[in-house]
């Protein structure tokens, strides 16, 4: 059972930054792929970046690559999304996810087996 707590989320302009923050109980976190998804008003949630266990693999989606980084700290169970010149259409709420079976960085919301509650990002035009 792993539990996944999201923070750092907030009220941002159009073209700053915010880091996101995703704490994991548990002693395996470094046996969990991680992702991190949004869902928008009336749309699906929908996958945003994803990592694998030790860090070295990353996956983005088209919209965020370039402007947004996933990273991890196994010592100290968080994963990161380090978020750059963020446009209107980033506003969200995100979720941070993790999964067992696969040493990759899964891009399907279904494969993921443990969610968090939701950080909302805002970002103002």
């Known amino acids: 059972q792993v539990q996944l707590v999201e923070s750092g989320g907030g009220l941002v302009q159009a073209g700053g930054s915010l880091r996101l923050s995703c704490a994991a109980s548990g002693r395996t976190f470094s046996r969990y792929g991680m992702g991190w998804f949004r869902q928008a008003p009336g749309k699906e949630r929908e996958f945003v970046a994803a990592?694998?266990?030790?860090?070295?693999?990353?996956n983005y989606a088209d919209s965020v690559r370039g402007r947004f980084i996933i990273s991890r700290d196994n010592a100290k169970n968080t994963v990161f999304l380090q978020m750059n010149s963020l446009k209107p259409e980033d506003t969200a709420v995100y979720y941070c996810?993790?999964?067992?079976?696969?040493?990759?960085?899964?891009?399907?919301?279904?494969?993921?087996?443990?969610w968090g509650q939701g950080t909302q990002v805002t970002v103002s035009s």
């Open positions: 996810a993790a999964q067992r079976a696969y040493n990759m960085p899964i891009t399907i919301r279904s494969l993921y087996d443990y």
């Open positions: 990592i694998n266990w030790s860090g070295d693999s990353t």
